[in-house]
T-cell receptor, first 116, second 114 residues
Framework: GAGVSQSPSNKVTEKGKDVELRCDPI?????LYWYRQRLGQGLEFLIY????????KSGLPSDRFSAERTGESVSTLTIQRTQQEDSAVYLC??????????????FGDGTRLSIL | AQSVTQLDSQVPVFEEAPVELRCNYS??????LFWYVQYPNQGLQLLLK??????LVKGINGFEAEFNKSQTSFHLRKPSVHISDTAEYFC????????????FGEGTQLTVNP
């Protein structure tokens, strides 16, 4: 498939556990974004990677949240010591570098995270 | 900082009726504007975008939107909706100088009834 791929599609875990969410961007897309979507709400920006530049982490809600990306490939979003308020759909998007003419973001189907 | 307001959280309409989903933004600099659609249990799909030039933008599935700089609006319209248009619609803005994040509105649930 040529789209953004996220795994798992659904994750149910107990409060206090750590979770890791994965995103495979579209090949050749240097920009990668993570968003959180709570039930019935819009998307909340979490973090942005652009090539080898330092990521923009300004949207991460707490130090329990972290993300990594190796080069221009896969990214993982890690949530440590999960809390019930972390329950949401986590969406990943990728795009060509924004400097190339404001490219649109292409979204994956998301990971639905439920904290019991 | 930019912000986006979608004035209607829910819009019910009958099939083949026209629809307008409203979006207003605030920003102190030039912006790029987008509409995305989200079907149940799926990610977001780009409907259309305004970058520059003509203020009337045509997108996929028969949707169009008009950028009005003086009113800071970017309303989405379709002259005749289908049941398959039932979905959540998000307006988003990116400041010309920001280079990264999109700021999204809260979304409008469009429900098309037979």
């Amino acid at each position: 498939g040529a789209g953004v791929s996220q795994s798992p599609s659904n994750k149910v875990t107990e409060k206090g556990k750590d979770v890791e969410l994965r995103c495979d961007p579209i090949s050749g897309h240097t920009a990668l974004y993570w968003y959180r979507q709570r039930l019935g709400q819009g998307l909340e920006f979490l973090i942005y990677f652009q090539g080898n530049s330092a990521p923009d982490k300004s949207g991460l809600p707490s130090d329990r949240f972290s993300a990594e990306r190796t080069g221009e490939s896969v990214s993982t979003l890690t949530i440590q010591r999960t809390q019930q308020e972390d329950s949401a759909v986590y969406l990943c998007a990728s795009s060509l570098a924004w400097q190339l003419g404001n490219q649109p973001q292409h979204f994956g189907d998301g990971t639905r995270l439920s904290i019991l | 900082a930019q912000s986006v307001t979608q004035l209607d959280s829910q819009v019910p309409v009958f099939e083949e009726a026209p629809v307008e989903l409203r979006c207003n933004y605030s920003s102190s600099v030039s912006v790029y504007l987008f509409w995305y659609v989200q079907y149940p249990n799926q990610g977001l799909q780009l409907l259309l975008k305004y970058l520059s030039g003509s203020t009337l933008v045509k997108g996929i599935n028969g949707f169009e939107a008009e950028f009005n700089k003086s009113q800071t609006s970017f309303h989405l319209r379709k002259p005749s909706v289908h049941i398959s248009d039932t979905a959540e619609y998000f307006c988003a803005v990116r400041e010309e100088t920001s280079g990264s994040r999109l700021t999204f509105g809260e979304g409008t649930q469009l429900t098309v009834n037979p």
